[in-house]
């Protein structure tokens, strides 16, 4: 347990539902992330908050949509996903740059777009 | 452009020892990231260099070359729970993190 969970695990949808991921982390940090794991690529960061304002959007396409309620909640809404989104889905959460060092993971949704 | 690269895939015997390397070029330099990831979980935190040399954690260790813009994670003694991806990241000079793709490590008895 890294103190940051996400839900669901695993979610299969397909191209015109809407879905939505949920993480939630517990470490006490102001700054949360999404990242995108696709099998023998880098991890591509798609969003960053910090304090709840989105710093970061790395010319992520708009059928991605984050929201951040408060330093504890990240969502990601998905919509009209195509078949090359599917990817493991993973947050992260840190202190505010630039004192911190780490960034600690949650254990990422494994999403498949049928 | 920004770039790290590692070993695709590497093979090493139980109790051995394994050198994994990571060289980069990055708009700035803020320190450098090792991470262990097992198969289905989250990566977790093994090691961080912002100065050159080694750093020492148990069996494993992490050595930077800034000027070089290399760095290796060795590890020692290896146990089968080792087999893992381990992924080398930069935080350039916009504290943003740039990842390698991850070397895949297998253990053989």
């Known amino acids: 347990e890294t103190g940051v969970t996400q839900t669901p695990r695993h979610l299969v949808m397909g191209m015109t539902n809407k879905k939505s991921l949920k993480c939630e982390q517990h470490?006490?940090?102001?700054?949360m992330y999404w990242y995108k794991q696709s099998a023998k690529k880098p991890l591509e960061l798609m969003f960053v908050?910090?304090?709840?304002?989105?710093?970061e959007n790395n010319s992520v396409p708009s059928r991605f949509s984050p929201e951040c309620p408060n330093s504890s909640h990240l969502f990601l809404h998905l919509h009209t996903l195509q078949p090359e989104d599917s990817a493991l889905y993973l947050c992260?959460?840190?202190?505010?740059?630039?004192?911190?060092?780490?960034?600690?993971f949650g254990p990422g949704t494994r999403l498949t777009v049928t | 452009g920004q770039n790290i690269d590692q070993p695709t895939e590497m093979t090493a015997t139980e109790g051995a020892i394994v050198q994994i390397n990571c060289t980069y070029q990055t708009s700035g330099f803020n320190g450098l990231f090792w991470y262990q990831q097992h198969a289905g979980e989250a990566p977790t935190f093994l090691s961080y260099?912002?100065l050159d040399g080694l750093e020492e954690k148990g069996r494993f260790s992490s050595f930077l070359s800034r000027s070089k813009g290399y760095s290796y994670l060795l590890l020692k003694e290896l146990q089968m729970k080792d087999s893992a991806s381990y992924l080398c990241a930069v935080k350039d000079s916009n504290y943003q993190l740039i990842w390698g793709a991850g070397t895949k490590l297998i253990i053989k008895p």
């Open positions: 908050y910090n304090f709840k304002e989105q710093t």
């Open positions: 992260a959460s840190s202190k505010v740059q630039p004192e911190s060092h780490e960034q600690y």
């Open positions: 470490l006490g940090h102001n700054a």
């Open positions: 260099n912002v």
